[in-house]
């Protein structure tokens, strides 16, 4: 089933965010490879982080992973307009052979 | 650079079959992980199928036994046949590269109505 993640989350510019991504020991808490992509409006979605913490060239150190337990997060620091998307978490799972993903976060700029 | 370029969807009637490409560039999809992940209208990110480097091939279960994943390494793209379409199948297809979907396409809309 999908990894549970807040429909809605919002912050001013140049504030941080946190989007939580929970799941099972049999997903996020078992392995360390939770991904976190972004997609804004009518485009593809976009890596920002995999394997938890890592980040691909290219993308702002303003984003960073981490995981306690069964739950992932992703957070942003200092907000820019441009930050405004939706967020989704993936997690490779004992139960199939694809990955999992969360239902996604819109994130708001205030 | 990495570029992939879906096609091949549009509207079908249920029970339809279609077949999409992703035409891949700047690597080859031999030597690469490659999946298809869909998206329903105002919905979440799904994975479909994947396809190891060796060949091997899983499929969603909702999907499984309709859709079939392949890959043509002198045409460097990857190919999903649809089978047996169902309304629920209505969505956006992309093809992404690696197991971590660094690279995705801009995809390609299937509509599955009558």
Known sequence: SALAQPASVSGSPGQSVTISCTGTSSDVGGYNYVSWYQQHPGKAPKLMIYDVTKRPSGVSNRFSGSKSGNTASLTISGLQADDEADYYCSSVTSSSSLKVFGGGTKLTVL | ?114
Request: aromatic share 10%.
């Open chain 2, 1 to 114: 650079e990495v570029q992939l370029v879906e096609s091949g969807g549009g509207l079908i009637q249920p029970g339809g079959s279609l077949r999409l490409s992703c035409a891949v560039s700047g690597i080859s999809i031999g030597g690469n992980f490659m999946s298809w992940v869909r998206q329903a209208p105002g919905k979440g990110l799904e994975y479909v199928s994947i396809m190891y480097t060796g060949g091997t091939t899983y499929y969603a279960d909702s999907v499984e036994g309709r859709f079939t994943i392949s890959r043509d390494n002198s045409q460097n793209t990857l190919y999903l046949q649809m089978n047996g379409l169902r309304a629920d199948d209505t969505a956006i297809y992309y093809c992404a590269r690696g197991p971590n979907a660094d690279s995705w396409g801009q995809g390609t809309l299937v509509t599955v109505s009558s």
